[in-house]
Structures are given as C-alpha cells and as structure tokens.
C-alpha cells in the first residue's frame, strides 16, 4: 500500500471548516484512499473514503486531486467533538475483505472554542 | 444494530502470564481483524480471520494466536506476556464478499491491556 504524510497537528476554530490534508504521492490507480478518525481512548472511526471522484457523507467530505496524489478531509462546520485523531490511509482495492489498514500517526486536530 | 464489541475493556497481566480477548463483530459481519495500538502510535495489524482460518497476518510473533468461532466472533490469545505488550488491543469486523469499493472495517472501543 502507498505510503501517506499528514502534518502531525492542526487547530480549527468551532463553527469553521477544518481541511486536513494528505499526501499519497506514491498511490496506484487501484487504491482507495480512506479516513478513519479516533477520539482519545476510543476505537477507530470510519469517516469516508474515495477511489477518484470527491465524495461526500453526513460526516465529512473527500476531495482527491485530478492526479490522485493528494487529498483533504473536510469537516464543514467542526465541533469541539471533532477533536481526535484522523488517518489517511491508502489501500489496494482487492476483492472481497481480505485486507489489512497500515495506519501512520494521524493528524491530531484540535478544535478550539 | 449492535457494532463490534470486545471485552473485557481493561485487564491487568504479570509478566509471564497468558491473556485471552474475545470480539464479536458487528451483526451480518463474517470476517475479524486484531490491531495493536502502543501509546501515541497508531494501530498496527496482527492478524485477520475469515472462515474460521487466519487469512493474513503482520508482523506478530507466534505469541499471539487467535481463533475464529462458528458465529463469527474471535478471540485474540496472547501468550508470555511482556511489558511491551501493554497496549490498547482493538478489533474490526467487515463483511467478506463485499464489491470493492464498499468494504469497510468498524472498529470496536478496544482491550487495553497492562502487563505489570
């Protein structure tokens, strides 16, 4: 799987946007890649995740660049309950569940009051 | 809809001693991946069992061994605890044959783990 760079932390304020981006220079024309985020002590969060195309969920949504090699989460309007951890994660689109998610260390983002 | 649940949510091992986590995934999953998480480090794969057999495994000694039961739940077992091996231990479940592009794993809240 492609290896992934995210800044180690970032800030936001409530209310605001948060755009947390990813680097996935190395990624292949058959890898998804995936956000998941985790709130101290807690399990990891599925967010989104996207192939080519910018998607869109009630949590988040995923804009990958036309070449694929970055891509940025967006929170619309972050909550003091967004502060966690978030990983990008690149895998091969392999059949069936056979796969395993390489997590990195995340981005911390702190939303402010 | 019940998620992944996993128990116990913490345990307290000596060095030496033997330690068993159980999983059961969320309804309609057929499929358990274990992770480990040190402090401040994200999580790293041990192994995945589908069909009751280990489908894939990362770079775990042979100290950690898991099973896979007839409902889909597992058990991790790890065995000669060390005091490295204090971790949050988390499980996942997904659906085998889901179509590409739809497979997701959900996570549990996890074991955290303390070897003394």
């Known amino acids: 799987d492609a290896k992934t760079t995210q800044p180690p932390s970032m800030d936001c304020a409530e209310g605001r946007a948060a755009n947390l981006p990813c680097n996935h220079s190395t990624i292949s024309g058959n890898e998804y890649v995936y956000w998941y985020r985790q709130i101290h002590s807690q399990g990891p969060q599925y967010i989104i995740h996207?192939?080519?195309n910018n998607e869109t969920n009630e949590m988040a949504s995923l804009i990958i660049t036309e070449d694929r090699k970055s891509s940025t989460l967006i929170l619309p309007h972050a909550t003091l309950r967004d502060t966690a951890v978030y990983y990008c994660i690149v895998r091969v689109a392999s059949g069936g569940s056979n796969y395993k998610l390489t997590f990195g260390k995340g981005t911390l983002l702190t939303v402010n009051p | 809809d019940a998620g992944v649940t996993q128990s116990p949510t913490h345990l307290i091992k000596t060095r030496g001693q033997q330690v068993t986590l159980r999983c059961s995934p969320k309804s309609g999953h057929d499929t358990v991946s274990w992770y480990q998480q040190a402090l401040g480090q994200g999580p790293q794969f041990i192994f995945q069992y589908y069909e009751e057999e280990e489908r894939q495994r990362g770079n775990f000694p042979d100290r950690f061994s898991g099973h896979q039961f007839p409902n889909y739940s597992s058990e991790l077992n790890v065995n000669a605890l060390l005091l490295g091996d204090s971790a949050l231990y988390l499980c996942?479940?997904?659906?085998?044959?889901?179509?590409?592009?739809?497979?997701?794993?959900?996570f549990g809240a996890g074991t955290r783990l303390s070897v003394l």
């Open positions: 996207g192939l080519k």
């Open positions: 996942a479940s997904s659906l085998f044959l889901r179509p590409v592009g739809k497979n997701i794993q959900y």
